[in-house]
Structures are given as C-alpha cells and as structure tokens.
C-alpha cells in the first residue's frame, strides 16, 4: 500500500472496457528454406540427434517398464517413469538458444527437458569448462565412471556423463546426479542450469518464479523456464505463481535498474492430457492454454501458442520470447503444444483415447516429421540420420549397461552406512552471507529511525529493584526479531523479506517497522495474498543461492502452503544428494483471540515433516538469538512467533538481551525456572501460563517447579529435560497446540523412554482442546491455563493437600473425550 | 602345607549339597578325624570329618549354602599360613563357573546372595508386595530399591492410590536410619530393619537385621527350601499332575497277623532274634500277592509298561529332614526274617543320613508299602511314587462288627489298606483284585517261629 500511488475514485469508477489484443496461435510458417540462413548443416542435424536421442532414451525406459530388459539385457526398474515420447521437439526447441545460465524447473515428466537443456549445455560450454565440471562433480565419481575405456572427445564424454547421471539416477543409483536420492521425477544437474523437476503437479510454478525474481535481485544473467504441464494449470500454487510473476510493483515501484518484468518463461507443455483428463474438452475451459495470459496483465504475459511438433517453430518461439524479457517485460507465457505416446505411466491402458487418435498423432510424429523436412530440403541424407541414430543406439545402450552395474554403480549401502540419508536431511553450515558483495541499503544502521528507538529502550523488563518498566520502555520480542533481522540486511547482500503488509506496514505486528526506511523495494516487498507462492518463490530463491524471509501472517494460513511447506521445502536438500541448500526461514506468527482460522499453533504439523527446523523462542533474548542462528544456518527453518507476546520484554536473562551479535543454537531447550518437585516443559507462548502455574504451586502447595522452554522442537535435545526429570521425578507438558497429535505427546514418549525409572508418574500432556478455537471471550476453556496445568498435576501426578479442581482430568473424561472425537 | 577341602560326591546322581551345619569355624584347631561340617543331598545328610590336622584357614560357603561336589569347601592349614597361592592353582583346575571377582576361591558369604535363589524373597521388590490393584511408580520402586525399603505395607498417595516417591520418603523418614553396610546387606539379601536398633541413636546395624516382616512381626521365618524339600514338593506335585491315581480302601481281618505278632513278641522273650512287626507282614503279604499280580509291580512309561520279575520294595520313611523311600532289592527272594532286617537297615540309614542315594531313586522300587497305622490313621489316600504303578497305604488296625456265622455278631480287628494305583496302567477290577488279594494273604499268612 505505497502512499505513491493515489487510488482515484473518479478514474476508478469511470466506464469503460476491456480489450484484448489477439494471442497468436501456431503462426510460425517458415519453410525449411527460409531458416537454412539461421541454422547450419550442423545445427540442423544436432536438433535431430538431440530429439532421437530423447526419443531412444524414453523408449529404453519404456521396455524396460513393459518387457523388464531393453535389447537383450533384462533390468526390473520398479520406481517410476513418466515417458515424454512424442513432445521431445517441444524439449529440444526450448533448450536450443539457452545457456547454462538459463535455468529450467520441470515437471515429473522431464527426462527430455533435462537432456536436451544437457545437450545444449555441452554444446556451449568450451572444453575446458565442460571438463571443469565434470571433475568438480561429487569428486568426479561419475567423470571417472564414464570416462574408463573411452577415447572420444570432451564433449561426447559429456554426453555419456549427462546420459549416465540421468539415468543412474532413475535408477537410484548412488552414482547418479544426485545419489539417487531424487530419482526420475526429481532429477536434474545444475551446472547445466537444470533445476529440479517436480513430482507435485505445478510444483514448478511457483518454484520458478522464486529463481527469476533470484536472478532479477541479485543481477544475475539468464532468464528462468518453467516446464509444467498443462493440467497444472487448475492448480493454485501454479495460478499463484503467475499472479506473483506478474506483480504490478515489478514495473511500477522497483526503482532503477530493478524496474521491470521478471525474467521467466512459464512453458505450459500442452500435451494435452493431466494423467487421463483431457484438458481441452474435459477437465479445463481455456480451449487453448495461452488464452491464460490475457487474464493475468495488460501485456497479456505476451502468450502464444506454439506449434511444439515442430521444433523449429519452438526455437522461434523462444528467441523472440527470451527478447522481451532482455526488455525487462516478464513474465511470459507459452502454450507449447505437443502429445505423449506413451501414458500418464507405462501401466496406463490409455482408456481414455483412442487408438485412431494416437496413430493419427504418431503419423505427425515429430521426428519423422523434422527428418521429412530434413531429407527433402537437401539437408541430409537418410544414411546420414541413420547414422547418427545407430550412433545413439549404442550409446544409449551402453550408458543403459553402465548404470545397472551394481558394481559400477552400486545404490547407497544402508546397511553399512545407515545412517547417510540421515546426515544428508541437513546441512548444518554457518554462513555469513552468502555472497561477497555490498549490501544494497537506503541509509547507515545507526540512523534508521527503529534503530534509533530501542536504543532508548530498557533490554531487561526490570529495574535494579525488581520492578518491571513499563511496556514502552521495555525491549521487546518484536525488537529482538527485529535486530536479528536487519543485521542479516546488512551483512547478507542476497537477503530479502516479503510477505503480506511486510513494506510500509511494517508487517501486521509491527516487526518489520523501520525496515521500510532501510530497504529498497527488490529487498524488502509486499507479496499478494498468496502463501503458496511466498514460501513456494523463497524455496526457488534459495535453491539458486540467495537467502529469503518469507512471512505467514498467521499461522493458520500455513494450510495455503501445505505443499510447498511439506512436501518442496523440506525435500530439497536431502532429495538433491545435498546439491542444493535451502536457507529459508519462514516467520509464521500464531494467533490469539481472532477465532477458529485464526488462532490456531500448528508447530505439531511442521514439527512432523523430515527436513525441517522447528522453533518456537517465547522471550526476546531467545528470539534475537535464534532468528540470528537460523539466519545465519543453512537449513530451512520454520519460525513461530506468538502474538501473544510480541510485546513481551526480557524477565530471564540477566543484563537483558545484549546489543550485539549473537546465537542460541537451534534445538537447546532453557530452563526458565529452576525447581525441584515436578518439571513443566513449554512450547511458545505457553511458558508464561506454565510459570504462573508453578507460582501458584510455590505459594499454594509448597512444590517448587522447574519450568523449560523447549525453544525449539526440531531439532530438539532431551538431555537437560532428563537431568531436570531425574531431579524432579515428574513432568508436565504444555502448549496451545491442540492435544491430539500435539508435538508434546513425542516429547512425552521420548521422556517416558529416556527417563522411565526415575518418573514419579507418566508424562502429561496438557494442551488445547480438540475443538475450534472460540471467541476470545471464551479462549480460557480452549487454551491451556495455569489453573489446568495444576488439576492435571493433582490428578495425574501427585494429589495435592486441599486442592480443588475445576477441570476434568480424570481417566473417565479422557476416555470420554476420545471416544468422543474431542 | 594347607589342604583344600572339597565338597565330596556322593552318588552317581548327586551334583551339589547343601552345608547345613559347620562344626568347626575359621581359625578352629582341627585333628584328624573330627567333624569338620554337616551336608546334605537331595536325599540323604552325611558329614565330612578332617583327613589332616591344622587350623581351619578359611571356610567359603556359609551354613545353609549349596556347593557344587568336588568344590572347595575350606582349607586345613598351618596358623598363619599363606594359602593365596594355593587358592590360585586350584583355580586353575577347577570349573568355577559362576565366581565373581575376586578371585577365585574367594569367600562366597554375603556377597554372592545375588543368584536367583533369593530373589523370590526380596521384600524389595515391589512388583511383589505391590501386586493388585496399587501401582507402584518407577521412581518410588528405585528410591525404596536403594534405601532397602520393602515396599509391603506402603500406603500410596498417587493418583489412584499409587505408591509414589513421597510415599516412599515418606516411610524413610519412619524408619530408624541404617548404616551403610546394613542397607548394603539389607538390599542385597531381603533382610528388614527392626523398629529400633542397636546403634547410636537407634541405629540400625547390620546385626539388628531380620528378615522377619515388621507388620507381622515375629509371625513368621522365611526359610529357604533344603535341597530335600525341593525334591520331595516337585516330586509330589509331578506325580499328582502326570498320572491318574485314584485310591480303593479295603479292609483286612487282622485276627491272623495280631495272633503272629502275639507269637513273635513272646518267642522274643524267649531269644527269637527278630522283631516281626505287622508292617514286616503286610510287607511280605504284599510281595506274595504281587507275585501274583505282576502288572501291579510295574512301572507305567506312558506308551509301555515295566513290569518286574522282582520285587524290589520300597518303604516310606519318616525322617527328621522328611519322608524318604529307600527300597528293599529282590525283596521276594528274603524270608519274613530278612526282610524284617533288611527293612529296619535301610530305616536306620535314612533316619541317620547314612543311605546310598541310589536307594532312594523312586525308579529302584517296583512298589511302594507305606504305613502309618502306628500313628492311628483310618484311612489316606498315598501318593504314587512315579514311575510306579502303585503304593500301598497301611492304616491302622479298629475293631469292626463281622457276621460270626449263625446270625452272630461280634467285634473283629480290621486293618484298612488303601491302595492307590495309576489308572492308565491297571483298572479298577483288576487293582480291587490284587487289593483284595493283599487281604487274602494278610489273613492267611503262616510264619515259622
């Protein structure tokens, strides 16, 4: 909500109407004459191997899915293989004019895409750099692999490099481009600017859009291609994905150089069918594809639809798109149409076309088209395509040999070495930043204005007298984000922060206040509502090298990113072979008093997922310094913040939170409050009911307790909760998450295991209720209060003398309530 | 030079004895031929006297503890003498299985009570005392552990009347303190603390241990089975479960044996050697009818049968340590004379704890006579001595009122026999007939005098 763009009623209430200006469908016509002057004999030819040799490397994996060997040598590949046979011109023609620093995202069906933009690559890349990359490559296992008993050139060595690691990979070999832990659906190499392909449908379209805005803030060349399919046009994160590509800000607010479009290319691959919905006729009601970009911008993403049988006709294409994003006029739309063959799968029956449909289709097939084209134009000779397809044949074949050698490539031995896939979920580094440059600032620390009031601030809640200050004068938790965060602006040039309300507003509980004045827009920005693509673009930002702080403004929004949050950003990593890192710390603020879609604690939820970083800091001094660890990690993290507390001040730590740097490692729990008589452990907001709770307990009962902050709950080290539950002998857990499920009952499970002989009772949970969070007015019924902390100690733990209850901890009503459901 | 004692071997079968008594303690004098210690067998009791003189040096196994034969026992030596390097060497030969440190030949007192052997008795251990419905919690069942607390007798105050840890410091701070070496011992052997004890200030001391329950105090001791007892309750215990015993009572007119017992005791007066008892003649009435019904002296195996050409008789035997059943070999080739002998010998031995253990296998007996008229029971139904098919109880002998003839009655001495057989290897036609058999000879045994 820039104060620079004046909403005028007058203008806006005006009548009118909308045109559109036409989208071109299949208007490529050049005949075969007219390009011999833009392509060579040479060019010519090496379309058609790349295009074959796709072709041949699909139908290997094809009879081998349906006859278990390929030419005589028998293989049972049980994983998946989603074929392209049919579209490999629309691959091909969208690899041929891009260089390695054009990256490609894909879909689960993009072998073709990642060995054309492979080809092309090779054919780019001089000698020397090709073999630079090859040795850098895990150490030059696969190099050394492929290398063994040949004697051709660099570049035919790159092409069984590229055809071994692909495959290698498919087969989940621990020798395949990334140890075999992606897989077909997930492959990819990117030296060769092939990025990850996706086994989510539409998993790259927002994903995409996070590498472009990379390369746009961070001036990096090239643009970014998203190959997805057309049925993943229906999905939300995709349409997301588009309307934060084409954000007016981009051309209207970005200053200087920053101003203009983002440099992608959304490729929608048109073959026409989502599994065996036909998209054209069935399952959409675009009736073309491209007609998508006339609802999306003005500039109607300058969508066309391409005739992708043709691959001249998709090169075409790509070149004058790839000009109107030099121009800095992104994002573009493509309807690249093509047909698969083969079925969603080779166990597909194809029930849903017919026979006559996919002969007709294989009649216009688009190699035998282009070698038509080729023959007749006096390009080549057949003997001469024949050639180069024999050619393929053997290597391909070979290659095939090669990768199901399980001496040659043996798959990852977890039996040895069990634990390898467990080292690889993180990667635990500490970087400063995460490139060497200038961090592009507005003015000096010192002066922003935000700096300038918590200078004025007190860091610790109370005076020498134990008497709290006031809650203005206090340095509050807000602060400590606060700190944490624009230390990292300063430090890291690649860092960036969007979310809703996150520029101007200073986000919606006041964190970011001050940012606004220290940022320029390409760093600090607000997105649309649209939580799929603000943590989907910051997972494709990450994964090209920059760092990102993407926001969710409440906690319950976290369901909008349900895929990206579980299924992209904690997979990456590990599914990479630890190619990529994934330095994304997501700020995720849980609500209070704003009802059921508003208050909810869902750290159970992230907590659950394999890959992910969980925190959960509940004072300032432990906000400042785990924000700075997380930032300063290399891992994604999910980051709660309660709104609770934001305003919150220091009450723990003595000499209030220090000025300067500093981190509290991810996964060290805080006693808050040392006791001897039972043990409350707390997860976020809570720990302040759970010492009100021991307060009471002091006064009332005489038990003295010792309250935790777990701080973190993945990672999450149990040893101080023991050492604190051999002393006490009991524990009571606590957290706003509601009960069933709740991360708590883990922590209690553990405890049980770990600390069995010295419980004086089992654990107890005491979490929310099972219900829809009420009005605020009602929130002590749903929310954990001090009062249930003690009844379920009297109940469950140790009775205490004259205690009454007023909540129903009994066996009874626990039964009850799960009978029940509640 | 010292000497090691060894646990002596005694029978083929036997593979440990008991200590049950020593006579000598550490550091005693000791010469040739005196009692060094008493021990027993499953079946038998024996002492073993010293072969050399010296001074009892050290002694490893405590009264009441089961040694391995051929184990070392103790060591006869000279005052003062070195017996480490001994102790060493013989280790060296020896098969010490279950020695902890130190070293082999060490003392097994106090400190080796850990075998399973005690664990049944450890108040301490609350998933005894606290069975049922009350729960003790994990932490309350440690603390109790290491403070040798049993746990019986605890009132809980958890949730649901758990024991919980307060429970437990609760009764700590109750109970007198103990020293260091009594809670050692207490924990390690089960033992409770008196009320009060003899230390400073009430102290408990390791002496003023019981291992009497103070909320039953004095009620009752715990005592460890001997090796015996063991044996005699599994015995009982397998032959009742593993076969199909029933018992048929029938009675004997005892006119006839009463008139022989009558004979012997006044030829007795005048120098007949032997004392013919009424148990010597039912004996002899029951090799006479098994001759007759063979199948009875027999051994059922379960898918056949061993049935003797002799009678090898065996003979329950009330002794001081418990019932034994030394057996009579080819006790159907022996006059009434030498059968009365012979059965006296082997009584004599068990009752002294001299008998061959191999006696007292129940697989040596073909059958089994067991008496207990002379204590006045009517009627009792004995217990097979598997494998045997049968056993005789012999009950005492009341008048009964019989038809005289001529529509006279008059009151005539009867003796009750109660034979119990397996019925998978005899019916009940067939053991009636042999019963009644047993009478038939009872009533017309004829002995020379």
């Known amino acids: 909500m820039p104060k620079s763009q004046f909403i005028d009623p007058k203008e806006a209430r005006k009548a009118g109407q909308l045109t559109f200006e036409p989208i071109p469908v299949n208007q490529y016509s050049k005949t075969i004459e007219e390009e011999k002057k833009n392509f060579s004999k040479d060019d010519f030819l090496r379309i058609y191997h790349d295009m074959s040799l796709i072709r041949e490397f ?106 071994y690691g692909t495959l290698a990979e498919i087969f989940a070999r621990e020798t395949g481009f990334n140890k075999g832990l992606g897989g077909s659906m997930h492959a990819f190499f990117t030296p060769f600017g092939v990025y990850p392909n996706n086994a989510i449908v539409g998993g790259s379209g927002d994903i995409a859009v996070g590498a472009a805005l990379y390369k746009k803030v961070n001036r990096k060349p090239g643009i970014v291609v998203a190959n997805i399919g057309d049925a993943s046009m229906a999905t939300g994160p995709v349409w997301e994905g588009l309307m934060f590509s084409a954000m007016d800000q981009f051309k209207q607010l970005w200053e200087g150089d920053m101003k203009g479009g983002l440099p992608i290319i959304i490729t929608i691959m048109n073959n026409q069918y989502g599994m065996g919905g036909q998209t054209a006729g069935e399952t959409m009601g675009y009736k073309i594809a491209a007609r998508i970009g006339a609802g999306v911008n003005p500039e109607q993403m300058h969508a066309e639809r391409v005739d992708g049988y043709n691959p001249l006709a998709v090169i075409d294409a790509y070149k004058r798109k790839q000009k109107i994003l030099e121009e800095k006029k992104g994002p573009v739309l493509l309807d690249v149409l093509t047909y698969r063959y083969s079925g969603h799968s080779p166990s597909d029956a194809s029930s849903y076309r017919t026979k006559e449909e996919i002969e007709a289709w294989e009649k216009q097939d688009c190699i035998l088209g282009y070698e038509k084209q080729l023959i007749d134009g006096g390009i080549a000779t057949k003997a001469e395509l024949e050639a180069i397809k024999e050619e393929i044949d053997e290597l391909i074949l070979e290659m095939f040999k090669l990768s199901i050698d399980d001496e040659i490539s043996p798959r990852m031995d977890l039996e040895k070495q069990p634990e390898l896939i467990g080292d690889m979920m993180f990667s635990n580094e500490s970087v400063d930043r995460m490139e060497e440059r200038e961090p592009e600032v507005l003015m000096p620390l010192e002066e922003n204005p935000r700096v300038k009031q918590i200078a004025r601030k007190e860091r610790f809640a109370f005076d020498k007298d134990g008497k709290p200050f006031s809650k203005m004068k206090q340095y509050q938790l807000r602060d400590g984000l606060f700190e944490a965060i624009i230390d990292r ?76 949050v579980f299924n992209q950003l904690p997979k990456w990593q590990a599914m990479s072979g630890n190619v990529l890192k994934m330095h994304v710390v997501i700020r995720v603020s849980v609500g209070s008093k704003y009802g059921a ?87 976020g907001a809570t720990l302040y009911r759970a010492l009100d709770a021991a307060k009471e307990l002091e006064e009332k009962y005489g038990m003295s307790a010792e309250v935790i902050d777990a701080r973190s709950l993945v990672p999450f080290n149990y040893e101080p909760v023991i050492e604190s539950v051999k002393k006490t002998g009991r524990i009571i857990l606590t957290s706003d998450a509601s009960a069933r499920g709740s991360f708590l009952n883990d922590m209690a499970r553990n405890i049980s295991e770990l600390a069995f002989d ?18 605020f007015e009602l929130e002590d019924s749903f929310f954990p209060q001090p009062h249930w902390i003690i009844d379920a100690i009297h109940e469950k733990i140790v009775p205490l003398q004259g205690h009454v209850v007023k909540t129903n901890f009994t066996d009874a009503e626990q039964i009850r309530r799960n009978k029940m459901g509640v | 030079m010292a000497e090691l004692v060894i646990m002596p071997k005694q029978g083929q079968s036997v593979e440990s004895c008991i200590i049950t008594e020593w006579h000598k303690k550490k550091g005693d004098k000791v010469s040739v031929g005196d009692i060094l210690f008493a021990y027993e067998t499953d079946k038998a009791s024996f002492e073993e006297e010293a072969k050399v003189e010296g001074v009892l040096l050290e002694v490893f196994y405590e009264e009441g503890y089961e040694v391995p034969v051929l184990e070392n026992v103790c060591v006869i030596g000279e005052e003062g003498e070195d017996i480490s390097a001994l102790l060493a060497t013989a280790g060296a030969v020896e098969k010490k299985e279950e020695v902890d440190e130190p070293a082999v030949g060490s003392s097994h007192l106090a400190e080796d009570n850990s075998g399973k052997g005690v664990e049944s008795q450890q108040p301490v251990d609350g998933s005894e005392t606290a069975g049922g419905k009350k729960g003790v919690s994990p932490r309350a069942r440690n603390i109790a552990a290491k403070e040798a607390l049993p746990l019986d007798g605890i009132k809980g105050t958890g949730p649901k009347g758990r024991v919980i840890a307060r429970d437990v410091e609760q009764a700590l701070e109750n109970r007198p303190k103990l020293t260091g070496l009594a809670k050692e011992i207490a924990r390690e052997e089960g033992l409770n603390a008196p009320v009060e004890g003899t230390g400073p200030a009430g102290t408990v001391k390791a002496s003023d ?75 002899m009435a029951v090799i006479k009818a098994l001759k007759k019904f063979p199948q009875a002296n027999s051994h059922f195996l379960g898918d056949s049968m061993k049935i003797f050409n002799k009678v090898h008789l065996g003979l329950a035997v009330d002794t001081d340590r418990g019932l034994m059943v030394p057996v009579v070999k080819n006790a159907d080739d022996l006059s009434i004379q030498g059968l009365s002998n012979q059965m006296k010998e082997v009584a004599n031995a068990c009752r002294t704890g001299s008998i061959d253990p191999d006696l007292l296998a129940a697989e040596a007996a073909s059958f089994t006579v067991s008496n207990l008229g002379n204590y006045g029971v009517e009627m009792f139904t004995p217990v097979i001595n598997l494998p045997q098919s049968a056993i005789l109880g012999v009950n005492t002998i009341i008048p009964r009122p019989k038809d005289l003839g001529g529509g006279v009655y008059g009151f005539v001495p009867y003796m009750g026999l109660s034979l119990t057989y397996d019925h998978r290897a005899l019916d009940g036609g067939e053991a009636t007939r042999f019963l009644k058999q047993i009478a038939i000879e009872l009533e017309t045994l004829e002995i020379e005098i």
Not at chain 1, 758 to 775: E, F, H, K, M, Q
């Open chain 1, 758 to 775: 010295y419980l004086d009772a089992p654990p107890v949970i005491v979490g929310s209720r099972n219900w829809i969070t009420p009005a």
């Open chain 2, 209 to 283: 241990l019981t291992s009497i329950n103070p909320v039953y105090a004095g009620d009752f001791e715990i005592k460890p089975l001997s090796n015996m007892r063991k044996l005699i309750a599994k015995a009982m215990h397998a032959s009742l479960q593993n076969s199909a015993q029933l018992t048929h009572h029938l009675g004997a007119d005892a006119r006839n044996v009463l008139a022989i017992r009558q004979k012997v005791k006044k030829a007795m007066e005048e120098g007949y050697p032997t004392n013919i008892t009424i148990n010597d003649m039912v004996c």
């Open chain 1, 597 to 683: 879609q508003h208050s909810q604690d869902w750290t159970s939820l992230v907590a659950h997922i394999p890959g992910l970083k969980v925190v959960f800091p509940a004072t300032p001094y432990d906000a400042k310094g785990l924000m700075n660890a997380a930032l300063q990690g290399t891992d994604p993290v999910i980051f709660f913040e309660s709104q609770r507390i934001y305003d919150v001040g220091e009450m723990f730590h003595e000499g209030g939170v220090p000025e300067g740097y500093y981190e509290i490692p991810l996964g060290e729990p805080d006693i808050k409050r040392e006791g001897k008589d039972v043990t409350i452990l707390s997860i």
């Open chain 1, 489 to 564: 602006f300063y430090k890291d040039p690649t860092m960036i922060a969007y979310g809703e309300e996150n520029r101007d507003w200073g986000g919606a509980f006041a964190v970011y206040r001050g940012l606004t004045e220290a940022l320029p827009y390409h760093r600090l920005f607000n997105s649309p509502i649209a939580e799929a693509a603000i943590v989907g673009t910051a997972i494709g930002y990450a994964m090209c090298g920059g760092r990102v702080v993407p926001e969710i403004m409440y906690c319950d929004f976290l369901g909008r990113s349900g895929d990206e």
């Open chain 1, 58 to 163: 699909e139908t290997m994996l094809n009879l081998i899915k349906t006859t278990g060997g390929y030419k005589g040598v028998e293989y049972n590949h049980p994983g998946p293989a989603h074929l392209s046979i049919g579209q490999e011109a629309a691959a091909v023609g969208m690899a041929y004019n891009l260089t390695v620093d054009d990256f490609i995202f894909g879909s689960h069906r993009s072998h073709g895409e990642i060995l054309a933009k492979g080809l092309s690559a090779i054919q780019k890349l001089d000698d020397s750099q090709l073999e630079l990359v090859m040795e850098d490559f895990f150490g030059g296992v696969i190099y050394n692999i492929v290398k063994k008993n040949f004697s051709g050139d660099i570049k035919a060595l790159a092409k069984r490099f590229l055809i």
